[in-house]
């Protein structure tokens, strides 16, 4: 039976549904009582205004669709709306919209509890990095909440099946991820797994996925869950796992265990890998001091006692002990202690943590080591005449007795209680050629030489010495054994027969390998200073021979800088080992260089520039090596330059760090393709008999080398025909 037009007003006035009647435009024509929760108060004259006054501003473009939607074909529609509310906060109304004889009709009930609610778990599955989800095994509806879509970076709008839920998950563990459902299903019960996922972006993520069944007559009609990321968990587990095992490895890797020691308590815990070393049984959690101090050998315990009560109240933190220790098989081994102290607010000591480290193979090395010692002085004592063993560095790790006695006596120095430099305890004139025959063994050569030496009882006395490197494992000298004999008799005996012989022999073989192997920047001077030298013999004014003497002097300079040169070129390896490095003023260094080279800029009528830094810049740098670097590009600028300049530059504007030196020059450059190759040893641009320059061809390269070795860099750009400009970089001391 239909209601009464009374009845619907009754009903219309007191129910709990907001009742509207719109125009299909969304304008207000009627609404009941209940309706006024929605306005503001005192808001009058309601009829005749649209709706979309009063719904929150993103709700209005959804309500205009949804009134637009209704046609005559489909003229019911649902949809949810928020109202501003100044009591409530806000009111969140589902509407059931009618069409009827172009008026719309709308109904609608109070769901802002559900809304609140709805809200709370989109924001807590953004904070959680959690989706909801269910599965309908009858129809096979597989339904995702946003925030499953945003754990696999899928498009919300994207329909989701089972299986494309399953496709997430790498080929290997999906069969077992599907077998997660099929279970349930079959069993009827609960489960939870973690596994990793590929997300539509390719990301890798690590899942925790938990279902629950609803189940109906005893079948499973339906069943809910979850998906968290949990990503940043697990990986952070897994990163505790490794470094648990990370210490464990290295405590075993080392023979060390912890232990904790409580001292009010005087209780003391141990790690397993500590009860493993002594023998404790694992389920003992503790063991007293007293009992702990059994365990010592007795000649140690009274020590070690000593030493653990100095540790105890010394002002630092740290504490070191060592003795001997009864293991699990009955023996006793060496083991060193190494601990950090916690103290009370009144500086006393409270807990001490540490380990336990066996150090007992090390002291049976260390004792055989001190036994083979005195095993190999003994044979150092009475093998050669004299026998030292250096370091290195030329450090004396052990002599034969008479050479101590020496040493003591002639220097007032004991090689064997302080440490000594072999070379501050020979005679000066030995010096040269020890340095130069250690740093050959010290490259893996054994050398021999011979001296001639006056002993202290005014007797002539010819030694031979021998330099013998001492390899590690790796085939790399660790020390360097040299050995004297004396020769003196078997010298004396042959050198009265073969002196003339080796000395002609010696002028013949010097001759023959100046003429054979050595370069044209060797000869050229060389038979400049023979030519010279004939001159001189003649008869010639003394202006004449005052200019043959300045020639056979540039000759003589030119053979010296070429044999410097080439020295210094197969010399790196001992120039690195033996740099001094001091704070320079690359000023005055550089300034000094320019100066050397002044006298060449003037006798080719050259514009000589130089322009210092004002900031004086230091750097820390071997003074020699660098100003030889210097000197090779400088003199090279003048070199190659005929007409125009060469300007050297000092500047630290570029940087803060650095030092930039240039040297310009407006000579005949260097082509492209020659450019790469400019800093190759014994390499020159015009080569051969018909070069246009003089020079060795090896100054730019050891002038790279040099720098480098002093941790700068060097660098050219060059044009030919227009000039060359070097560029140097080196550290600036801060």
Request: glycine residues 6%.
């Amino acid at each position: 039976m239909p209601f009464n037009i009374a009845q619907l007003e009754v009903l219309a006035e007191k129910t709990q549904l907001f009742l509207f009647i719109f125009s299909p435009e969304g304008e207000i024509i009627a609404f009941n009582k209940r309706c006024e929760l929605l306005f503001p108060e005192g808001c009058d004259g309601i009829k005749g205004k649209n709706i979309t006054d009063f719904v929150i501003d993103d709700d209005v473009q959804v309500f205009t669709d949804t009134i637009s939607n209704l046609t005559v074909q489909q003229p019911k529609t649902n949809e949810s709306f928020t109202f501003p509310s100044g009591k409530m906060g806000v009111l969140s109304l589902k509407f059931d919209f009618t069409l009827c004889d172009n008026l719309v009709y709308a109904a609608g009930i109070d769901t802002t509890e559900e809304y609140k609610e709805h809200r709370a778990l989109i924001t807590i599955s953004k904070l959680t990095k959690t989706g909801a989800w269910y599965f309908n095994p009858k129809s096979k509806e597989m339904y995702w909440s946003q925030g499953c879509y945003f754990v696999k970076d899928l498009d919300p709008g994207t329909p989701m099946t089972r299986d494309l839920g399953a496709s997430f998950y790498p080929e290997e563990s999906r069969a077992r991820v599907e077998n997660y459902l099929d279970t349930l299903l079959r069993t009827k019960r609960p489960y939870e797994y973690t596994e990793k996922i590929i997300t539509a972006k390719g990301v890798e993520k690590w899942v925790k996925v938990v279902a629950h069944p609803v189940i109906y007559k005893n079948e499973v009609v339906f069943v809910n869950g979850t998906i968290a990321d949990i990503t940043e968990r697990y990986n952070y587990i897994e990163k505790l796992k490794y470094n648990e095992e990370t210490k464990h490895l290295a405590l075993k890797g080392i023979q060390s265990g912890l232990f904790d020691h409580i001292i009010p308590e005087n209780e003391v815990y141990y790690s397993a890998e500590f009860k493993r070393m002594l023998g404790l049984p694992c389920n003992q959690n503790q063991v007293s001091e007293e009992v702990f101090r059994q365990m010592i050998h007795p000649e140690d315990v009274e020590n070690a006692m000593q030493r653990h009560s100095e540790n105890l109240n010394k002002p630092d933190n740290y504490y070191f002990n060592h003795y001997r220790l009864k293991d699990n098989s009955g023996e006793y081994r060496y083991y060193e202690v190494h601990g950090f102290r916690r103290k009370n607010e009144n500086g006393k000591t409270i807990r001490m943590i540490g380990n336990l480290i066996d150090v007992h193979q090390r002291k049976v090395h260390e004792k055989t080591i001190e036994e083979n010692k005195k095993r190999l002085q003994a044979m150092v004592n009475n093998g050669m005449d004299y026998v030292v063993l250096l370091n290195t560095k030329g450090e004396i790790l052990m002599a034969d007795e008479d050479s101590v006695k020496i040493i003591k006596r002639d220097f007032n120095v004991n090689p064997k209680e302080s440490t000594c430099q072999f070379i501050d305890v020979i005679p000066i004139n030995f010096k040269t050629t020890f340095a130069h025959f250690f740093n050959e063994a010290i490259k893996g050569k054994i050398v021999k030489e011979e001296i001639e030496r006056v002993t202290p009882m005014g007797v002539n006395q010819w030694l031979e010495i021998k330099y013998i490197p001492i390899f590690d494992d790796q085939l790399k000298t660790d020390s360097v054994l040299i050995t004297f004999h004396d020769i003196t008799e078997e010298k004396l005996a042959r050198i009265a027969i073969r002196d003339a012989h080796i000395k002609e022999q010696e002028l013949s073989d010097l001759k023959s390998n100046i003429l054979s192997n050595f370069s044209h920047e060797i000869r050229t001077p060389l038979n400049g200073i023979i030519t010279i030298s004939k001159l001189l013999l003649d008869d010639h004014s003394k202006e004449e021979k005052d200019q043959l003497k300045d020639y056979l002097q540039e000759s003589q300079d030119r053979l010296l800088d070429t044999l410097d040169t080439l020295a210094g070129f197969s010399e790196i390896e001992t120039i690195q080992k033996n740099l001094q490095y001091t704070k320079q003023d690359i000023n005055y260094v550089v300034e000094t260089s320019h100066r050397d080279h002044k006298h060449l800029a003037k006798a080719k009528g050259l514009d000589y520039f130089l322009d210092l830094d004002e900031s004086s810049p230091e750097a820390l740098i071997d003074e020699g090596l660098f100003k030889t670097a210097i000197d090779h590009i400088i003199n090279n600028a003048i070199k190659y330059t005929n007409i125009g300049s060469v300007r050297v530059k000092i500047s630290t504007q570029e940087s803060k760090k650095n030092i930039y030196i240039y040297i310009i020059d407006t000579g005949i450059g260097i082509g492209k393709k020659f450019l790469n190759k400019i800093f190759d040893p014994f390499i020159q641009e015009s080569i051969g008999l018909s070069r246009k320059y003089e020079g060795t061809g090896i100054g730019l390269s050891l002038s790279k080398r040099y720098i480098e070795i002093l941790g700068g860099e060097i660098n050219v750009k060059s044009k030919l025909n227009k000039g060359t400009e070097f560029t140097i970089i080196i550290p600036k001391c801060l």
